[in-house]
């Protein structure tokens, strides 16, 4: 690893192929619902990072492989750390939206 992979986001394009690939994985969008609502990646569940408690409604098992994303990769890293705190053991920030180049659904 070189001394600039450190500062280098995730790619969502490779975290979304992990996810189809990983049996009963949750792929979570910690954008606002407005943002959510103007393009989201398929199969994807919304859950703002501002009500990011609401996740235990919605996966009830903590060792649920768990792929966050945002837009640019900064409120995903904030909601890995506090999902981690929350018990949860397989929590993975793939990045941001911004940089995703499969298909968008509204």
């Not at 397989?90 to 911004?98: F, K, L, M, P, R």
Request: aromatic residues 6%; hydrophobic residues 40%; glycine residues 10%.
């Amino acid at each position: 690893m070189g001394i600039f992979d450190m500062f280098r986001s995730p790619d969502i394009n490779s975290g979304v192929q992990q996810f189809n690939s990983t049996p009963g994985a949750v792929l979570i969008d910690v954008r606002e619902e407005d943002e959510y609502a103007q393009g989201h990646i398929p199969g994807s569940i919304n859950i703002p990072l501002s009500r990011l408690r609401d996740v235990e409604d919605a996966v009830d098992d903590p060792d649920t492989p768990l792929f966050v994303h945002c837009l640019s990769g900064g409120r995903s890293a904030r909601a890995v750390a506090a999902l981690v705190e929350m018990g949860y053991t397989a929590v993975t920030n793939i990045g941001g939206i911004s940089a995703y180049k499969g298909k968008v659904e509204k």
